[in-house]
């Protein structure tokens, strides 16, 4: 760090100031074994946020639809959509982390695919996944009474890329039409879906 004068009687010595190599060195290793610990804890805290954000939006989309559908008398519909414009269908793609809409349908019907978008969700950023289970139709339907149509009850599953149960978080969607967000070993209110 740098040298000071220091007199004694009659003599100026040198005295040094600073690190050792070997003081560097154990601090290094200190801030090696820290960083060892932090550096993955602080990636699974960003990665469970992410997926919390992912699945707190597609849970406020979901009651957001089903407001709609009450207040416009009319199908109101959330579905996976990779353009943003329509959903995807009902060719089995059940996966929603590619985004997906809140659609009031075309011909007021839980099989439209078109219609008028009230809310777009682009595709997930991060490794995450999105897939839909239970349901014939992998869109979420509400009728004018904000109901689930049997066919549009089921439970979507969020996972973080490195499939941690512990991070996992579903929503589940059932008949009566109240969605219900889970965290990994809980069941619905209806006794009729378990995230796994």
């Not at 849970?59 to 709609?68: M, P």
Request: overall charge positive.
């Amino acid at each position: 760090m740098g040298k000071r004068l220091r007199r004694t009687g009659h003599h100026v010595m040198d005295e040094e100031r600073g690190f050792t190599l070997l003081e560097l060195l154990i601090v290094m290793a200190l801030l090696g074994l820290v960083l060892a610990f932090a550096v993955p804890a602080y990636q699974r805290t960003v990665a469970t946020n992410a997926l919390l954000s992912e699945s707190g939006n597609l849970y406020g989309d979901v009651l957001f639809a089903r407001s709609e559908a009450i207040k416009r008398g009319q199908v109101v519909l959330v579905c996976p959509s990779s353009n943003g414009a329509s959903c995807n269908g009902s060719g089995g793609n059940t996966n929603w982390a590619t985004g997906w809409i809140v659609l009031a349908a075309a011909n007021n019907s839980c099989g439209d695919t078109g219609g008028t978008v009230l809310r777009l969700q682009k595709a997930f950023s991060s490794g995450d996944s999105a897939t839909y289970s239970n349901g014939t139709n992998p869109a979420l339907c509400f009728n004018r009474m904000g109901y689930a149509p049997a066919a549009n009850v089921g439970m979507l599953t969020f996972n973080t890329a490195d499939n941690l149960a512990a991070n996992r978080r579903c929503l589940a969607l059932a008949a009566a039409g109240h969605p219900q967000l889970l965290s990994s070993g809980q069941t619905d209110a209806t006794g009729q879906f378990s995230c796994p």
